[in-house]
């Protein structure tokens, strides 16, 4: 993925600025932070921003020094972030805070400065680098790609991303539940009013547009709250990442676990409801038996390919999404004049507004194609 | 490549997070308002049906009345028609009886004239006789001196009294 | 190393791009044609080009890698 944002912004800002944006970089003076000095910082800048983080930036950045042993001093501060819970289990459970994470460190890579923090938890020293968490051991080694080569404990940190879907999460509840509510207490003889309708007019279509065509009249109620609740759930994540500020921003929507998760989840649904019909055209293929050696692991494989296709269409839509408007506005700051501003805030406008039909039409497709498959495995069909 | 490598926190999180959703929307929210938006539907489908049908009674209601409209009309006019008929056959019958009897008098009235004639004629008849016989006798007493007159005579008036 | 990578990248979403342009042409057409089937079209058309869509993706994504 980093390649590809590589290419997007070598396309944008190589290609177009080249002169402008090809600034050298000084590792031995004051660096500000978070700002953009070459189009490689704009492709970190840009990564940074649609990865995870162990900690929520609201805005601001540091203005710091770099010593030659690898230290970083913080000369000043505009930076405003919230520390988040770090969980890790690495010989137990171990709970910290984002900021233990307090000594910064430098390190030379591809000819850049790269900054990563290291702090000690219960006795234990850890390193955070690029947002992912590994063993400091005798210090950070990189590989020649620039992996870090430490062990790594298993993270289940409260990143970003998690309390962005939490916030999510609340925010349908205070949408759905008090229109639930008066439904129950008013009952079904009013009209429906306000929010209620707005809402209603989501549920109805999800009902009559998804699962109704899919899965059919007879089968689509079972199935009725999932597929509710991944729509909504996608389509308010896509928003809420789509609001250029505190608490939104979050890239969550378009992060692959996020994704693959309900991809997942939509794969056993499926498969749990599969009839005998949608069994028997996986193991029992109507070709010669000869075939079936090959053709039972290729059918299998096909269920495994459509979860598979709903991770990374999800994933890659919002986080293209995500790195054009942030590419546009990063010309602003690779070519360092307030004037290409005419040019990136209508671009990037316009790519927002597209975002917006994206955040929706992208929710649809995950639900519809989720109601399809299931839809295919509780199918009733006469075999010929 | 670090964007396509899920990370094991963002999984985990993710599922619980999902499972917990999906649950308590399912329980607090999809089943009231899915169970209200179908009620509301039925409601509506049954008002637009018990619509329908009352416009079809409506209609069949309409639809008797004219037919009763239509026959009564046509009961009006077979009386009219029947009244007509009776009255025409009154008329008739009322003409055939006038005749009848004007027929009968008539008849009746001409056997009188010819009964009274009948009466007439015989009265005259015995007028004449008598009368005759009357003459006769004075005649007779006149005549009876000379023979031969009487004889003519006799003959000369029973040849004249052969009225009929 | 990366610009073989924005060959195959870009490969990939031509195709997707020729793809997903006759879905939309023959959509176009078809609800010319039946203008009260529109809703039905657009649905099919709507998943077809996802599927397209993913295969581009996984195009882009294997060539990132």
Redesign the interface.
């Known amino acids: 993925?980093?390649?590809?944002v590589k290419n997007i912004s070598r396309i944008i800002t190589v290609a177009l600025f080249a002169l402008l944006s090809l600034l050298p970089s000084n590792a031995s003076a004051t660096i500000v932070e978070g700002t953009v000095n070459s189009s490689k910082e704009l492709n970190n800048f840009i990564?940074h921003h649609?990865?995870?983080a162990h900690s929520w930036h609201i805005w601001g950045e540091n203005k710091t020094q770099v010593n030659a042993d690898g230290t970083v001093n913080v000369l000043s501060s505009t930076a405003i972030h919230i520390g988040l819970p770090v969980?890790l289990i690495d010989n137990g459970l171990i709970t910290a805070n984002s900021d233990d994470f307090n000594e910064l460190r430098w390190i030379e890579q591809d000819g850049d400065t790269t900054y990563y923090a290291q702090g000690k938890i219960n006795e234990t020293e850890y390193i955070m680098f690029?947002e992912?968490i590994y063993h400091l051991g005798s210090g950070l080694k990189l590989d020649e790609k620039g992996h870090p080569t430490n062990s790594r404990p298993?993270?289940?940190?409260?990143?970003q991303?998690?309390m962005s879907?939490?916030l999510s999460?609340v925010i349908?509840?205070l949408l759905?539940?008090p229109?639930?509510?008066k439904?129950?207490k008013k009952?079904?003889?009013s009209a429906p009013t306000g929010r209620q309708n707005f809402?209603?007019i989501f549920?109805?279509f999800v009902?009559d547009e998804i699962a109704k065509p899919n899965i059919g009249e007879k089968k689509y109620?079972r199935y009725?709250?999932?597929l509710?609740?991944i729509f909504?759930?996608i389509w308010l994540n896509n928003l809420l990442g789509l609001v250029p500020f505190f608490p939104g921003a979050s890239n969550v929507s378009g992060?692959?676990?996020?994704t693959?998760?309900?991809a997942v989840?939509t794969y056993l649904v499926t498969q749990f409801s599969g009839n005998k019909d949608y069994w028997k055209h996986i193991l029992l293929p109507p070709v010669p038996k000869a075939l079936y050696p090959i053709m039972i692991p290729v059918e299998i494989i096909g269920t495994l390919t459509k979860p598979f296709a709903l991770t990374i269409r999800l994933?890659a839509n919002i986080?293209a999404g995500h790195i054009v408007v942030l590419a546009f506005m990063g010309i602003i700051f690779s070519a360092k004049n307030i004037g290409w501003a005419g040019l990136s805030v209508p671009m990037g406008l316009f790519i927002s507004v597209l975002e917006l039909l994206v955040a929706f039409l992208q929710a649809f497709i995950f639900t519809m194609l989720s109601a399809l498959f299931i839809g295919t495995a509780v199918e009733e069909h006469s075999h010929h | 490549?670090?964007?396509?490598?899920?990370?094991?926190?963002?999984?985990?999180?993710?599922?619980i997070?999902?499972v917990?959703?999906?649950v308590?929307?399912?329980k607090?929210?999809?089943?009231?308002?899915?169970?209200?938006?179908q009620?509301?539907e039925g409601?509506i489908q049954k008002a637009l049906d018990s619509a329908k049908d009352a416009e079809e009674r409506m209609n069949a209601l309409t639809a008797q009345n004219e037919d009763l409209l239509k026959q009564a009309r046509e009961e009006r006019n077979v009386i009219l028609r029947e009244a007509k008929a009776a009255g025409e056959s009154m008329v008739a019958e009322a003409k055939e009886s006038a005749q009848k009897d004007a027929d009968r008098i008539l008849v009746s009235a001409n056997e009188q004239i010819a009964n009274e004639r009948m009466k007439a004629v015989v009265e005259l008849k015995n007028q004449v006789g008598k009368l005759s016989l009357e003459i006769a006798e004075k005649i007779l007493k006149s005549e009876l001196d000379d023979k031969a007159k009487q004889e003519s005579l006799v003959n000369h008036l029973v040849e004249d009294v052969n009225l009929n | 190393m990366v610009i073989p990578a924005a060959i195959g990248a870009g490969l990939a979403v031509i195709g997707a791009g020729i793809g997903i342009g006759k879905i939309g042409g023959s959509a176009m057409e078809g609800i010319a044609r039946q203008p009260e089937a529109a809703g039905k079209i657009q649905t099919a058309m709507i998943i077809a080009a996802a599927l397209i869509e993913g295969v581009a993706l996984f195009g882009v994504?294997v060539s990132?890698?």
């Open positions: 993925m980093m390649l590809y990564t649609v990865k995870d969980i690029h992912k298993l993270d289940f940190s409260l990143t991303n998690v879907m939490l999460v349908l509840m759905f539940l229109a639930a509510k439904y129950k009952g079904i003889v809402l209603e549920v109805v009902r109620a009725m709250p999932y509710l609740t909504f759930f992060n692959i676990a996020f693959a998760v309900l989840i994933f986080t | 490549m670090d964007l396509i490598i899920p990370s094991e926190g963002l999984l985990f999180w993710t599922t997070v999902f917990i959703l999906l308590l929307l399912r607090f929210a999809w089943k009231p308002i899915l169970g209200a938006v009620t509301r409601n | 994504v990132m890698g």
